[in-house]
């Protein structure tokens, strides 16, 4: 909910409140029914209501609560004339309830039945449901305890009070209370119609959401992939812009995960982030939590550009911007170190989108602060891999769903096919070649050494190309030195070569050691080209595309 001034909310441009109905104007709420499991902010919110001479129905708990307050509350099982039955499965569902929230007030037939029935309007629903997300996100729950967190009355008058928006009042979050009683208090117990309507629609989303999450629990029990998928997803935070500036873009978290790209995140300079920015802070991050000790991740356009370890922050950087000087220009990066004042001054050199570290001299981020546009991040805790998150691309009209990408291959699943053997600093470095490639976009070659990558070669067409651009690279970056650097370097490919020339233009470029998946039907081939030139070659089994 976004109020854009006390008691009212912002609604759709496309959706003129004012011309949708003669009859819709502002709501007198007389009476309010309080139901909430969540009782945040409850107390002061129904003391404005009594406050504006609003009578309050209440149920179980709640009711407590109101009283506890000193507040006077009709319990609604005296409203009703039934008492609460079968351990409060059943206290509001009772036709009184619904008929005081479904009249509409503008059918004389509608208002006949309540006055033949005896049935007073309900002017404003506040309800919350039963925790059902935070019940099954417990790894002690059993089915049991979840299926009795499944709220039935509470979606039911939320949906009822929305249905009937254009008379009733419907409140679904705490967040909401304070703009609500402000306009109320304002307009002499009123609610206009631009602010109900925009809670009904806080209130129909809050009841997908909940169905979204029972549905996925369910569908759990029988298959990783049910027949029907059903997601829900909040918006974090909008965005500058897309990919292009000509397209709106906001961030979405998906309800029910433990974490999302931004989880542990705190801003503290520069403009807002875009669609890009938040894609290359993922990859970022992602990388990042693959190494260990001092280290440095810049990417650009979704693909890392360069990757190093160091003996400090500041080492990580400098070799890490070192591979590829020209699109480190204008990255997102990331460092697993405190920024200090030489490391600072080094960043402030260069052209900086976001700037993620676990912290900043504060010596350090002056220096940073002085260029106004430069995003920058406090990363206090990586995100943890979820295991019931699936990895989702949109496709024309639907959408393609799989399992993420496992970890990384420990050395003893990896298998050395050839006669030469790996030096130990040879699997040091295809270790970290393999770690980096895994995050390239395929097709992926990486050159290694020493900790930092040489040369990278992305998202090309063919492998044997994506080797090529990555020598290539070294060889701007280095000039002169780039021979030397390569000599005895690793070289890493995300799929198998499927044919010996692939793994041949690394080896002539100075490549000594050569980590791939393996599986090709050229396999052979590809090993005798290693065996004559008494490279070690290693396969690890397992590819790792990405698209």
Known sequence: MNPAVPGRFETNKRVDMDNMDPT????????????????????DFAKGLAELGVEILSTGGTAQALRDAGLAVIDVSEFTGQREIMDGRVKTLHPKIYAGLLARRSDPAHMEVLAEEEIPPIDLVCVNLYPFEQTIAREDVGPQEAIENIDIGGPTMIRAAAKNHEDVVVLVKPECYD???????????????????????????QTARYDAAISAWFSESYEAFPEHRVLAFEKLLDLSYGENPHQRAALYSQVGLD?????????????????????????????????????????????????????????????????DPVSAF?????????????LAEALHKNFVEVLVAPGYEPEAMEILQQKENIRIFTDEAPPFPDSREKDIKRVRGGILVQDRDGEVEQREMMEVVTKAQPSEQAWTDMLFAWTVCRHVKSNAIVFAKDGVTLGIG??????????????????????????????GCAMASDAFFPFADGPMVGIEAGATSVIQPGGSKRDGEVIEACDETETAMVFTRHRHFRH
């Open 330 to 342: 204008g990255g997102v990066i990331a460092i697993n170190q405190v920024v200090d004042v030489p």
């Open 24 to 43: 819709n104007g502002p709501v007198k709420v007389r009476r309010a029914l309080v139901s909430v499991s969540d009782k945040t902010g409850l107390a």
């Open 179 to 205: 703009a609500v009683i402000e306009e109320m208090r304002q307009s002499d117990g009123e609610v206009s119609a631009s602010t109900r309507h925009w809670l009904a629609n806080e209130a129909f989303a």
């Open 458 to 487: 992305a998202g090309q067409m063919s492998r044997v190309d994506s080797s090529r651009i990555a020598i290539e690279k070294c060889r701007d970056a280095h000039s002169d030195e780039a021979d030397d650097l390569l000599a």
């Open 259 to 323: 974490s999302n790209v931004l989880t542990g995140m705190s801003k503290h300079h520069g403009k807002a982030l875009s669609f890009n920015n938040v894609l290359d802070l993922d990859s970022c991050r992602k990388l990042l939590a693959d190494l260990e000790g001092p280290a440095c991740v810049i990417v650009k356009h979704n693909n890392p550009c360069g990757v190093a370890l160091g003996d400090s922050g500041l080492d990580a950087y400098e070799r890490a911007r070192d591979c």
